[in-house]
């Protein structure tokens, strides 16, 4: 079975500082990847979808941004956090074709920024 | 999506009423849609879904209802239980069926 995993769940990051965030996917192959920013009681801002390696497409510009190194990995980054950028951070994979267009999340990360 | 900034609504219900939670949808082309329930602290989860040829379907206490008239959709959920207390999103699948659209979510109260 396929299974979604991200890292760390919680983060406090001081103002300036760098973002890594990881998630991984297991159980699948060639899966279109995605990363969501969710305010606390807000809805789901998609911020980057994938549907390859090194192919990544953002929605919204920002101090944001991803990559795709390899099938199953996606990864967020940011050079300098801002205090705007506390949120739920939710990665999610969908496969491709047929089978196409449910979303599966992973657990999120919470980040804080100070 | 167009909500990101609300404020989630809230619907509160009393344990054992039946719930009904709305979304309108914005593409009268799109051909499949999904619930999903986020408890808190946690990621979105499948309910159920349904694709455009029907109006209605039903899993295990839940029923989607799809009125592609007025582009609403519905998700009603029998016997509230407080299990059933999150936040409740419908999606709609774009054109090329490789992303999601997502409503602003609507926040659900169980009172024992």
């Known amino acids: 079975s396929q299974t979604i995993h991200q890292w760390p769940a919680t983060l406090v990051q001081p103002v300036g500082s760098p973002l890594s965030l990881e998630c991984t996917v297991e159980?699948?192959?060639?899966?279109?990847l995605y990363w969501y920013r969710q305010a606390a009681g807000r809805g789901l801002q998609l911020l980057f979808y994938s549907v390859g390696i090194g192919q990544i497409s953002s929605e919204v510009p920002q101090n944001l941004s991803a990559s795709r190194p390899q099938d199953r990995q996606f990864i967020l980054s940011s050079k300098k956090l801002l205090l705007s950028d506390s949120g739920f951070y939710l990665c999610?994979?969908?496969?491709?074709?047929?089978?196409?267009?449910?979303?599966?999340f992973g657990p999120g990360t919470r980040l804080t920024v100070l | 999506g167009e909500s990101v900034g609300l404020h989630l609504p809230t619907l509160s219900v009393q344990e054992g009423d039946n719930s009904i939670i709305n979304c309108a949808y914005s593409?009268?082309?799109?051909?499949?849609f999904i619930w999903y329930k986020q408890e808190s602290g946690k990621g979105p989860q499948f309910i159920i879904d349904i694709r455009s040829n029907m109006d209605k379907r039903q899993g295990q206490r839940v029923t989607v209802l799809l009125n592609k008239t007025v582009k609403h959709l519905s998700l009603q959920i029998a016997a509230t239980q407080p299990g059933d207390s999150a936040v409740y999103f419908c999606a709609e699948l774009n054109n090329a069926g490789n992303m999601l659209t997502f409503g602003g979510g609507t926040r659900l109260m169980v009172k024992p």
């Open positions: 999610a994979w969908s496969p491709k074709g047929l089978a196409g267009g449910v979303e599966f």
């Open positions: 593409n009268s082309a799109s051909d499949y």
């Open positions: 159980g699948t192959s060639n899966p279109n």
